[in-house]
């Protein structure tokens, strides 16, 4: 096979977190909608459906490359989301922790000199600059209007458009 056990074992650990990452978002989505909040509700709910590509891009990858899929335990989400605040600030944390663990997935990768997985993490790579930078841009507009002013906020990402829908996948 073309993966080292591994690093399969590895990726299995980041499809859990991706989908843990996909609940989490659905958890805020929904939050947002019982708010009657729909741009916001629907900005998240897009995040949600983005990180389950995610984890399915790590099963595919793993299958194609030969190694074993087993998803592990995936963990509950926050349970109760209490203010917009928190909500993007929770969004960024994760997606802060999330670079982190791709770079280390890019690591082992470099140290087994596996070239073609380092080609395929790259993309991940690059996304989660688009990723927490999203989640920072939100988090400072979501500070700036307070959260009796979050219409304002829903404004504004119907002006901005949703990054989503920049081009890929
Ligand atoms: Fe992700
Ligand atoms: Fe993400």
Known sequence: MLISEQLALAMN????????????YVNIAAYFDSEALPELAGFFYRQADEERMHAMKFVHYVVEAGGKVAIPAVDEPTAEIKSAEEAAKLSLE???????????L?????????HIAQEFLRWFVNEQLEEVSTMDELLSVIRRAGESGLLFVE????RRGDPHEEGEA
């Not at 890019?106 to 596996?114: C, F, G, L, S, Y």
């Open 13 to 24: 650990e980041q499809v859990g977190r991706e989908l843990g990452a996909s609940n989490q």
């Open 94 to 104: 994760w997606e802060l922790e999330v670079t982190n663990q791709i770079n280390d």
């Open 106 to 114: 890019m690591n082992m990768a470099i140290e087994e000199k596996d």
């Open 155 to 158: 404004d504004f990402i119907v």
